[in-house]
C-alpha cells in the first residue's frame, strides 16, 4: 500500500475476540484508521486463527484454519490484525508455509488451494511506524494527549519468537514508547514492560495468573503510571481482572485502568467516542481523559 | 441414455445389487427387496432422515446425498446413515440472551474448531457450516441463523468433525436465538393469528366438519397441489 493521495485499503483480520469481548479494540482502531486514511477492510469471510501457533512438527491440522485466512489476503499481499496472538499464529504460520515445503504441500493441498507464504502480516502498530511515520502521525493529532502518564505493556506474543515475528527488540522494545510519544502522552518507562501477564494460565490457575498481573501493574504504578497500553486481548483482561479479584485476605492489585493503545489514538485522532467503549473497565479512564473527550463522555463518567 | 445398459449395480454396505436405472438411492433400496423402517421421512428432501454417503471408482473423495434426492449410479459403494449419536443441550430460549456466551456454555466445543471445512465438504445441503461455527465462536447470531437456515439436521456435519462439534444443534439453537430475541416480530402473523382468534376461520371449520367423509375425499381428490401458472 502507498499512502498520500486519497484512502488506501487494507484486508483485516479482527479475529472472534475482536467480535467480542474487545469491541473497542477493534472499533477505536477501524476509527482511527479512517482518520488517517486507511481502510480496514474486514474479511469477508474468516473463521478463529487457533489462536496458539501450534508447535507440533508432524501435525498440520493446527497450520489449517491460520493458512486458509492468510489464502484469502493473498491478491492483496498484506494483512492487518491487532491481536497479539492472532499476529503471532499468523505470522508464524505463513513462515512455516513460506519456508518448509513439506508441510506447505500437505496443508495446501488437504485445503485444496495454491499459496506460496506471500502474505505478509502486519500490526496496526508496524503500519503506523512503517507506512505512515510516528513523525507523520504526530502532525496528525488534533488531541495531543499531553501529560497523560501511559506505561507501554507489550506482553509476550507481539515480540517472541523475535527472530520468526521481527517485531521489535524482545528485551527493550520501542514501538509502544514512540507511539504513545507521537499522541503527545508522557511514556512511563518501567521494567516488567515484557514480562508474561499469566496469559492462558489464567483458566487452570487464575491465581498464578494474577500474581503475574498484579506485580507488572506494581512495577507500573511505582513509576507513576496513570493508565497501561496493551495489544492483547488476554493480557487486557488478566491485568485487569487482577485489579478487582483478589483471594480473601489479600490485597488487590493497584487500581489502573488498561486500555488498548488505539483507544488513545483514536481519542488523540479526535474520532467519534462512540468507538471507544470505554466502560466495563476495573477503573473507569473517564475521568483522567475528560479533558479530551466530549461533553457526553464526561457526564457519563460522572453518571 | 439409449445405449445405456438399463440396469445398474450398486453396493450397499458392500452387498452388490441390480436395480434398474434411474431410480434414487431410496427407491433402489426398496427394488432390492428392503424396507425401510429409519433413515426414511418424508421422501421429499426436507425431512433430512436418509443422509447417506458413497464412493464411486477411481475418485477418494467421500460424497454425500439424500437418499430420497440423490439417483444411484453404476458401480456407487453406499451406505445410509440415518442416526448419529449427538449432544444436545436443553434450555429456555426465552431465558437465554443471544450471546457468544450463551453458545459456548450450551456447547462449549464449538471452540474446538480446527477450520478444516470437513463439515463443508459433507453437507448434502451445500451449508457452509465451518463458517457459521466461526461465528458461533464470536457470538453472531444472526449469521449462524442465516448460514443454517437450509440445514435439514441429518448430521453428517457431526459425523466428520475432528473436534466432535454437533454442529446442527448449535444452529437450531442460533435459530432460536436470532427468532426470539433479535429478529422483529412479524406484523403480519401478529394480525392473523388476533384474526384466527376473533373467529375468522370458524365458519369454513364447522362446514368441513359437517360435510362428512364422502365430501372430504371429494375435496381431497380436487385440491389443488400446485398452483396453476
Given at each position: 500500500?502507498?499512502?498520500?493521495?486519497?484512502?488506501?485499503?487494507?484486508?483485516?483480520?479482527?479475529?472472534?475476540?475482536?467480535?467480542?469481548?474487545?469491541?473497542?479494540?477493534?472499533?477505536?482502531?477501524?476509527?482511527?484508521?479512517?482518520?488517517?486514511?486507511?481502510?480496514?477492510?474486514?474479511?469477508?469471510?474468516?473463521t478463529?486463527?487457533?489462536?496458539?501457533?501450534?508447535?507440533?512438527?508432524?501435525?498440520?491440522?493446527?497450520l489449517?484454519?491460520?493458512?486458509?485466512?492468510l489464502?484469502?489476503?493473498?491478491?492483496?499481499?498484506?494483512?492487518?490484525?491487532?491481536?497479539?496472538?492472532?499476529?503471532?499464529?499468523?505470522?508464524?504460520?505463513?513462515?512455516?508455509?513460506?519456508?518448509d515445503?513439506?508441510?506447505?504441500?500437505?496443508?495446501?493441498?488437504?485445503?485444496?488451494?495454491?499459496?506460496?507464504?506471500?502474505?505478509?502480516?502486519?500490526?496496526?502498530?508496524?503500519?503506523?511506524r512503517?507506512?505512515?511515520?510516528?513523525?507523520?502521525l504526530?502532525?496528525r493529532?488534533?488531541k495531543?494527549?499531553?501529560?497523560?502518564?501511559?506505561?507501554?505493556?507489550?506482553?509476550?506474543?507481539?515480540?517472541?519468537?523475535?527472530?520468526?515475528?521481527?517485531?521489535?527488540?524482545?528485551?527493550?522494545?520501542t514501538?509502544?514508547?514512540?507511539?504513545?510519544?507521537?499522541?503527545?502522552c508522557?511514556?512511563?518507562?518501567?521494567?516488567?514492560?515484557?514480562?508474561?501477564?499469566?496469559?492462558?494460565?489464567?483458566?487452570?490457575?487464575p491465581?498464578?495468573?494474577?500474581?503475574?498481573?498484579?506485580?507488572?501493574?506494581?512495577a507500573?504504578?511505582?513509576?507513576?503510571a496513570?493508565?497501561?497500553?496493551?495489544?492483547?486481548?488476554?493480557?487486557q483482561?488478566?491485568l485487569?481482572?487482577?485489579?478487582?479479584?483478589?483471594?480473601?485476605?489479600?490485597?488487590?492489585?493497584?487500581?489502573?485502568?488498561?486500555?488498548?493503545?488505539?483507544?488513545?489514538?483514536?481519542?488523540?485522532?479526535?474520532?467519534?467516542?462512540?468507538?471507544?467503549?470505554?466502560?466495563?473497565?476495573?477503573?473507569?479512564?473517564r475521568?483522567?481523559?475528560?479533558?479530551?473527550?466530549g461533553?457526553?463522555?464526561?457526564?457519563?463518567?460522572?453518571? | 441414455?439409449?445405449?445405456?445398459?438399463?440396469?445398474?449395480?450398486?453396493?450397499?454396505?458392500?452387498?452388490?445389487?441390480?436395480?434398474?436405472?434411474?431410480?434414487?438411492?431410496?427407491?433402489?433400496?426398496?427394488?432390492?427387496?428392503?424396507?425401510?423402517?429409519?433413515?426414511?421421512?418424508?421422501?421429499?428432501?426436507?425431512?433430512?432422515?436418509?443422509?447417506?454417503?458413497?464412493?464411486?471408482?477411481?475418485d477418494?473423495?467421500?460424497?454425500?446425498?439424500?437418499?430420497?434426492?440423490?439417483v444411484?449410479?453404476?458401480?456407487m459403494?453406499?451406505?445410509?446413515?440415518?442416526f448419529?449419536?449427538?449432544?444436545?443441550?436443553?434450555?429456555?430460549?426465552?431465558d437465554?440472551?443471544?450471546?457468544?456466551?450463551?453458545?459456548?456454555?450450551?456447547?462449549?466445543?464449538?471452540?474446538?474448531?480446527v477450520?478444516?471445512?470437513?463439515?463443508?465438504?459433507?453437507?448434502?445441503?451445500?451449508?457452509?457450516?465451518?463458517?457459521?461455527?466461526?461465528?458461533a465462536?464470536?457470538?453472531?447470531?444472526?449469521?449462524?441463523?442465516n448460514?443454517?437456515?437450509?440445514?435439514?439436521?441429518c448430521?453428517?456435519?457431526?459425523?466428520?468433525c475432528?473436534?466432535?462439534?454437533?454442529?446442527?444443534?448449535?444452529?437450531?439453537?442460533?435459530?432460536?436465538?436470532?427468532?426470539?430475541?433479535?429478529?422483529?416480530?412479524?406484523?403480519?402473523?401478529?394480525?392473523?393469528?388476533?384474526e384466527?382468534?376473533?373467529?375468522?376461520?370458524?365458519?369454513?371449520?364447522d362446514?368441513m366438519?359437517?360435510?362428512?367423509?364422502a365430501?372430504?375425499?371429494?375435496?381431497?381428490?380436487?385440491?389443488?397441489?400446485?398452483?396453476?401458472?
Amino acid at each position: 500500500m502507498r499512502l498520500g493521495g486519497g484512502s488506501v485499503r487494507i484486508p483485516y483480520f479482527p479475529g472472534c475476540t475482536l467480535h467480542s469481548k474487545a469491541r473497542g479494540f477493534d472499533a477505536s482502531a477501524r476509527a482511527a484508521a479512517q482518520a488517517l486514511d486507511i481502510i480496514m477492510e474486514e474479511l469477508p469471510e474468516w473463521t478463529c486463527c487457533g489462536a496458539t501457533f501450534s508447535m507440533s512438527a508432524d501435525s498440520v491440522m493446527g497450520l489449517v484454519a491460520p493458512t486458509r485466512i492468510l489464502v484469502s489476503a493473498k491478491e492483496a499481499g498484506k494483512l492487518l490484525t491487532l491481536c497479539s496472538f492472532c499476529y503471532n499464529t499468523l505470522k508464524r504460520t505463513n513462515r512455516v508455509i513460506a519456508t518448509d515445503a513439506e508441510r506447505r504441500r500437505k496443508v495446501l493441498t488437504f485445503i485444496e488451494e495454491d499459496y506460496q507464504g506471500t502474505v505478509q502480516t502486519v500490526h496496526l502498530l508496524e503500519l503506523l511506524r512503517d507506512e505512515i511515520g510516528f513523525d507523520a502521525l504526530a502532525k496528525r493529532v488534533t488531541k495531543p494527549l499531553q501529560g497523560l502518564k501511559v506505561a507501554p505493556y507489550y506482553g509476550c506474543l507481539l515480540l517472541r519468537p523475535a527472530e520468526e515475528l521481527r517485531f521489535d527488540d524482545p528485551e527493550r522494545p520501542t514501538i509502544l514508547e514512540n507511539f504513545l510519544k507521537s499522541i503527545g502522552c508522557e511514556v512511563v518507562d518501567f521494567p516488567h514492560k515484557t514480562e508474561c501477564c499469566g496469559s492462558f494460565v489464567t483458566v487452570g490457575s487464575p491465581e498464578t495468573a494474577r500474581e503475574c498481573s498484579s506485580s507488572i501493574l506494581e512495577a507500573a504504578v511505582k513509576q507513576g503510571a496513570e493508565m497501561l497500553v496493551v495489544s492483547c486481548p488476554l493480557c487486557q483482561y488478566n491485568l485487569d481482572r487482577a485489579q478487582r479479584e483478589a483471594p480473601a485476605g489479600q490485597a488487590h492489585a493497584p487500581a489502573v485502568p488498561v486500555l488498548y493503545f488505539s483507544q488513545l489514538l483514536a481519542i488523540a485522532l479526535g474520532c467519534d467516542e462512540a468507538c471507544l467503549h470505554l466502560d466495563g473497565l476495573s477503573v473507569d479512564p473517564r475521568p483522567r481523559l475528560s479533558k479530551w473527550l466530549g461533553q457526553k463522555a464526561e457526564v457519563t463518567a460522572l453518571a | 441414455m439409449a445405449d445405456e445398459p438399463a440396469m445398474v449395480q450398486f453396493y450397499l454396505m458392500g452387498k452388490p445389487h441390480r436395480v434398474p436405472r434411474g431410480l434414487t438411492i431410496q427407491k433402489a433400496m426398496e427394488y432390492a427387496g428392503f424396507r425401510l423402517l429409519r433413515g426414511c421421512g418424508c421422501r421429499g428432501g426436507f425431512c433430512g432422515a436418509c443422509g447417506t454417503v458413497y464412493r464411486t471408482p477411481g475418485d477418494y473423495r467421500l460424497k454425500v446425498g439424500l437418499a430420497c434426492q440423490t439417483v444411484v449410479e453404476d458401480q456407487m459403494f453406499l451406505a445410509l446413515i440415518p442416526f448419529y449419536p449427538a449432544v444436545k443441550s436443553t434450555y429456555r430460549v426465552e431465558d437465554l440472551p443471544p450471546t457468544s456466551d450463551t453458545l459456548i456454555s450450551l456447547y462449549p466445543e464449538i471452540l474446538r474448531c480446527v477450520g478444516c471445512n470437513s463439515c463443508r465438504k459433507v453437507c448434502p445441503q451445500e451449508i457452509e457450516v465451518m463458517r457459521y461455527i466461526a461465528a458461533a465462536q464470536r457470538g453472531d447470531i444472526a449469521k449462524v441463523a442465516n448460514l443454517s437456515f437450509d440445514c435439514l439436521m441429518c448430521g453428517l456435519c457431526a459425523s466428520r468433525c475432528p473436534a466432535e462439534i454437533v454442529q446442527y444443534n448449535v444452529a437450531i439453537l442460533a435459530r432460536r436465538l436470532y427468532a426470539c430475541h433479535v429478529a422483529r416480530p412479524a406484523d403480519h402473523l401478529a394480525a392473523r393469528v388476533e384474526e384466527i382468534e376473533r373467529g375468522a376461520c370458524e365458519a369454513d371449520l364447522d362446514l368441513m366438519v359437517a360435510a362428512g367423509e364422502a365430501e372430504w375425499r371429494r375435496l381431497y381428490a380436487a385440491r389443488e397441489i400446485e398452483p396453476d401458472e
